[in-house]
């Protein structure tokens, strides 16, 4: 009984043809990482700004709420911390200081 070479072994795709991902799906990989990254970064500048003395405590206040009387007080306080907080009203990450639901 002689076995065929081909038959003990299964066929493979070329190199070149494996793994090839479709231009569509790689553009939106890569668009949902840069979502993902810009994300990150705008929450460690909201934290960031929790965690900034100058503008007051911030627990029980919301960041709009911190970000107002800091501005009342004329701290001056991150114009990015508005627009970042006034783009997302609806996401608490956004919008609730770090301490929100922990104290």
């Known amino acids: 009984m002689s076995k065929n070479l081909l038959d003990t072994f299964k066929s493979r795709k070329p190199v070149a043809a494996r793994g090839k991902a479709k ?3 790689v553009i939106e990989v890569l668009d949902d990482a840069a ?3 810009l994300r990150t970064s705008d929450l460690q500048t909201l934290r960031a700004f929790d965690l ?8 029980g206040l919301t960041r709009l709420e ?12 991150p114009a990015r911390v508005l627009q ?15 301490w929100f639901n922990r104290i």
């Open 52 to 59: 900034d003395s100058r503008f007051g405590p911030c627990a």
């Open 23 to 25: 231009r569509s799906e």
């Open 35 to 37: 979502e993902l990254s």
């Open 84 to 98: 970042l907080v006034q783009s997302h009203p609806r996401d608490s990450d956004y919008t609730e200081c770090i």
């Open 66 to 77: 911190r970000w107002e009387r800091a501005e009342e007080d004329g701290l001056r306080p």
